[in-house]
T-cell receptor, first 112, second 118 residues
Framework: GDSVTQMEGPVTLSEEAFLTINCTYTATGYPSLFWYVQYPGEGLQLLLKATKADDKGSNKGFEATYRKETTSFHLEKGSVQVSDSAVYFCALLNNQGGKLIFGQGTELSVKP | EAGVTQFPSHSVIEKGQTVTLRCDPISGHDNLYWYRRVMGKEIKFLLHFVKESKQDESGMPNNRFLAERTGGTYSTLKVQPAELEDSGVYFC????????????????FGQGTRLTVV
C-alpha cells in the first residue's frame, strides 16, 4: 500500500542554520504531496503542497520539490528561526480516496 | 470563520471506561476525517465521512470504536471500552466537497484531543 517515510527526529539546529527534512514515498498513481506542521499546543496546519511532478511548493521560507524519479519531497529552509520549532509531517493524498497518508513526523528544535 | 473544533482538548480515563470525542467541522464542509497519532508514530487514518455517510472506515482499529456524524454536521468518536493502547492524539479534519475525479481539496485540521487511558 501507499506509504511515507521521513527522517527521524528530533532535529536540533541553531538559529539561521540550513534545514533539510527528508521525505520519500511509495504510491500507486500520481499522488499529491504535502508538508504539515504542528506548532506546540496547536493543530496541524498545511505548510505547503505540490500536486504534480517537478512542482515546487513554498511558504514561509520553506520549499519542497516533487521529485517523481526519486519519489521524494524533501523539506528545506535556508535559515531557520526559533519560531520554526515544531513537528513536521510529510503526507500524500492518493487519487483513489480522500485520506492522507502521513509519515511519522520529525520534531525540529531551533536554539537561539 | 471558525476552524475545525475538537472537544475535549485532553481526556484522562481509566481502562474499561467510555470516552466520546467530538468534532465540529468548518461549516459547509462535506468531508470529515478522523485520524490518530499514537506516541511518536505516524498519524493514521481512521475513517472518512461524506456528509452523514461513512465513505471509508478501513482505518478503524476494532469494534470498540464507533463514529457517527449526525445530520452531516458534527461528528463523534466513541471508544467503549477504552484500552491502554487507545492512548494518543485524535485529530479531526474537514474539507469541501471534491470536484471531478481528483480529490485534492485542502483538509483543515483541528487541534486534536489528547486521550490518555490509564
Amino acid at each position: 500500500g501507499d506509504s511515507v517515510t521521513q527522517m527521524e527526529g528530533p532535529v536540533t539546529l541553531s538559529e539561521e542554520a540550513f534545514l533539510t527534512i527528508n521525505c520519500t514515498y511509495t504510491a500507486t498513481g500520481y499522488p499529491s504531496l504535502f508538508w504539515y506542521v504542528q506548532y506546540p499546543g496547536e493543530g496541524l496546519q498545511l505548510l505547503l503542497k505540490a500536486t504534480k511532478a517537478d512542482d515546487k511548493g513554498s511558504n514561509k521560507g520553506f520549499e519542497a520539490t516533487y521529485r517523481k524519479e526519486t519519489t521524494s519531497f524533501h523539506l528545506e529552509k535556508g535559515s531557520v528561526q526559533v519560531s520554526d520549532s515544531a513537528v513536521y509531517f510529510c503526507a500524500l493524498l492518493n487519487n483513489q480516496g480522500g485520506k492522507l497518508i502521513f509519515g511519522q513526523g520529525t520534531e525540529l528544535s531551533v536554539k537561539p | 470563520e471558525a476552524g475545525v473544533t475538537q472537544f475535549p482538548s485532553h481526556s484522562v480515563i481509566e481502562k474499561g471506561q467510555t470516552v466520546t470525542l467530538r468534532c465540529d467541522p468548518i461549516s459547509g464542509h462535506d468531508n470529515l476525517y478522523w485520524y490518530r497519532r499514537v506516541m511518536g508514530k505516524e498519524i493514521k487514518f481512521l475513517l472518512h465521512f461524506v456528509k452523514e455517510s461513512k465513505q471509508d472506515e478501513s482505518g478503524m482499529p476494532n469494534n470498540r470504536f464507533l463514529a457517527e456524524r449526525t445530520g452531516g454536521t458534527y461528528s463523534t468518536l466513541k471508544v467503549q471500552p477504552a484500552e491502554l493502547e487507545d492512548s494518543g492524539v485524535y485529530f479531526c479534519a474537514s474539507s469541501q466537497a471534491s470536484t471531478g475525479a481528483r480529490m485534492n481539496t485542502e483538509a483543515f485540521f483541528g487541534q486534536g484531543t489528547r486521550l490518555t487511558v490509564v
